[in-house]
């Protein structure tokens, strides 16, 4: 069974989506309830290696989220296009795709020549 998860390929989108949004609801939250004096009086009890780590963490998942949706548009793209080349090579073998009339496209004009 754990050999399956770990081959197959994982794209619930929704668990990844929702989570990013649950983050980000929580930080409005506490940004609404603690105020920026109230933030900055927390990290100020912290010592400063402490907060430079936080957000360090921080700013790394910001880059970490950033290129992982530049990941996600350039996999989208690289898939429409191998779609794209892999129904149009089928469909030179189709049967519907062979018929007895060839249709050419001259410079705005249609002839109909037979095979």
């Known amino acids: 069974m754990i050999r399956g998860i770990l081959t197959r390929p994982n794209r619930q989108w929704g668990l990844i989506i929702s989570s990013g949004v649950t983050g980000f609801a929580i930080g409005v939250v506490a940004f609404a309830r603690l105020g920026l004096d109230?933030?900055?009086?927390?990290?100020?009890?912290?010592?400063?290696?402490?907060?430079?780590l936080g957000l360090s963490a921080v700013f790394a998942l910001t880059a970490l989220a950033a290129a992982a949706l530049a990941a996600f548009v350039q996999e989208r793209r690289r898939n429409r296009a191998a779609r794209i080349a892999i129904n149009q090579g089928l469909s030179m073998y189709d049967g519907a795709a062979s018929t007895r009339h060839l249709t050419v496209r001259v410079r705005s004009s249609t002839s109909t020549l037979a095979r």
């Open 38 to 52: 109230g933030i900055f009086r927390i990290l100020s009890e912290f010592p400063a290696a402490a907060v430079g």
